[in-house]
């Protein structure tokens, strides 16, 4: 790490660029104190958390990123210096078909099936079913269809697990389109 460079205030980080790899690409794993993952976020965040000494690198790539005084690896997976208290509700709001495919593995809740995924509502609104991810699953078209506005127990059909809040890897693995191999090992929890 450069430590030549003077921290300066969030969001005026130095330009640094990635020489080999020409254009911003990927994201960074960013763990707590506890090493416990709890976000992915570019990689200009990250060198801003760095150069505060806000965060520690964990995983660097193996190329490097410029700015016009200074060089510092390519950060992968950081660690915040201090713990930060996640709210317990904070992934509550945020539910979203991709979130709600991931958490059940993009698979029918119903039967199975990993094709034509739609969101269903458990209970549905029409009878005061709340938009919560303890009230909403993956179920494929069919699955959805045949349900129509009735419970699942009054049409035969049960669900292969009960809804849950997910847990945050869910949301790292939505925010970030592939998971970097050099990640796993912090996600494996
Ligand atoms: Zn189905």
């Not at 045949?146 to 127990?153: A, F, H, Q, Y």
Request: with cysteine.
């Amino acid at each position: 790490m450069a430590t030549s460079v003077t921290p300066e205030p969030l969001g005026s980080a130095p330009h640094f660029e990635h020489q080999r790899r020409g254009r911003e690409v990927g994201r960074v794993l960013v763990l707590n104190a506890t090493y416990e993952p709890i976000n992915v976020c570019t990689v200009r965040r990250a060198v801003v958390l760095l150069l505060k000494d806000k965060a520690e690198m964990i995983e660097r790539a193996e190329w490097e990123l410029h700015s016009a005084t200074s060089t510092m690896a390519r950060p992968v997976v950081i660690r915040l210096v201090s713990y930060v208290r996640i709210p317990r509700d904070t992934h509550r709001r945020k539910i979203t078909r991709r979130a709600v495919f991931a958490r059940d593995d993009w698979t029918c809740q119903y039967c199975g099936s990993r094709s034509n995924l739609t969101v269903d509502h458990v209970v549905p609104r029409s009878k005061g079913g709340p938009s919560s991810w303890e009230n909403i699953v993956a179920s494929c078209a069919p699955c959805n269809r045949r349900k129509g506005n009735s419970l699942p127990r009054q049409v035969g059909m049960h669900l292969s697990r009960e809804p849950r809040t997910p847990n945050p890897n869910v949301f790292i693995q939505v925010a970030s389109p592939t998971i970097p191999a050099a990640w796993r090992a912090y996600l494996a929890a």
